[in-house]
């Protein structure tokens, strides 16, 4: 967000836009997406190893790996795209590796709160945000590489508050998620 504004008040972004891309994939990225995958990969996937008496480090860290290799047709689009297969498969790796990164999270939220709903919006909202572009950090030539540091600044306390504040702020929901 602050990244944004930074390139918004200096010119370099809108402050705000329409989502690229037709209605039917902003549809399918922020409402069809969302519901689907958690309603699969979390709603019945984690309720069946939640039942199946998994330790919870087990469900929240090993079924993540099943959800981001679901989103490994993203290749196609990429190839289609770019036609490089390598850069293609560089792309589809990282965000299988960031996916994974969000399914733990997704079991956890899942997990303390018992919330499909809360599970669904987040998922969106990441859909939304998609991965933060980190392009300033390195290249000169970036609008924003000036204000690198204090942009780096304000990510490392959002990662930091995010971790403080994960625990507390899931805390006293009534779950029937939870396992032992």
Known sequence: LVQHLTAAMGGYAMLVSK????????ARNYAIAPFT???????????LWVSASFPTAAVVFLSPPFFALAHAHHYVEHLRRSGDKQNALMQVGFQVFYTSLFGIYSNFLLLRTGSTIAVIL????????????????????????????WIGLVYLL???????????????????????
Do not use: I
Request: contains cysteine.
């Open 158 to 180: 959002g990662v930091a508050a995010f971790a403080w504040l994960l625990w507390p702020l899931t805390s006293g929901f009534r779950s029937s998620f939870r396992s032992g």
């Open 37 to 47: 995958e958690e309603f699969v990969f979390r709603a019945c996937l984690l309720r």
């Open 122 to 149: 987040a998922h969106s909202f990441c859909n939304h945000q998609g991965f933060p572009e980190l392009g300033f950090c390195v290249h000169k030539a970036h609008p924003l590489y000036r204000h690198r540091l």
């Open 19 to 26: 989502p690229g891309g037709s209605l039917w994939v902003a």
